[in-house]
């Protein structure tokens, strides 16, 4: 047989009901219904945000650049739940806004997004988009933004800090420094690799099997380049022998040597401070030094011919 309760405990229940507030029980119901509202709008936020992400993983699969309107980027960028960093460039790319630096930092944005897009570290933290001033207008007066090109990190929470814009200006728009000022606010370190640029292996190999070509056409007529006398004649035509003289023709020599070596200077500086591909860079640089070696030896062999004794000299004697 079970135990049944004593009429004590029955009696200590019943008075634990009575003294229990009549109006608690509409109170605790509401509780619940808030827990369960709460708990369904958290896995509706979360439903969200894996949605988001999806699509963005997908966009990258295709392109490493995705191009956004109004629409999209209040959805992707401006509006919440988001776990992720966005670098969005605000550009104006069509032919008819005749943005020249567009194009080129364009160039630059898409080395840059392609080496995140194909290295062992790609992951859903961070995406690249644009923003093209004739797609999404409403965007840039969202932004109150009137210049383009412009680089915005958009952070995974809050709004974008003065840092989060890119100093274009200052700066320049060459892949690596992107990429470093992308690692100074995400910790995402991303590794630029540029596409191999041919232009000046193809140039200087043309030139080589050009004058390669023409020496083996005169190979039995070659006697002119060994045939001092011959230059010692050319050089006397136009280059007085005294340092108490000078030609006409030879005041014009000089004139175009100095031209040449300020060119090869120009050029040097142009490779040192210019923001654009390293390949033309590295190629401007090499046709500078060569201008300022050559023609300055040139420049001092005339020198010193002019003045005899003078001890130095520079490839040419």
Known sequence: MGARASPSRRRQAGRRLRYLPTGSFPFLLLLLLLCIQLGGGQKKKENLLAEKVEQLMEWSSRRSIFRMNGDKFRKFIKAPPRNYSMIVMFTALQPQRQCSVCRQANEEYQILANSWRYSSAFCNKLFFSMVDYDEGTDVFQQLNMNSAPTFMHFPPKGRPKRADTFDLQRIGFAAEQLAKWIADRTDVHIRVFRPPNYSGTIALALLVSLVGGLLYLRRNNLEFIYNKTGWAMVSLSYIHGSSQAQFVAES???????????????????????KGDVGKRRIICLVGLGLVVFFFSFLLSIFRSKYHGYPYSFLIK
């Open 252 to 274: 014009h020599i000089i004139l175009v040597l100095n031209a040449a070596i300020t060119m090869g200077m120009v050029l040097l500086n142009e490779a040192a401070t210019s």
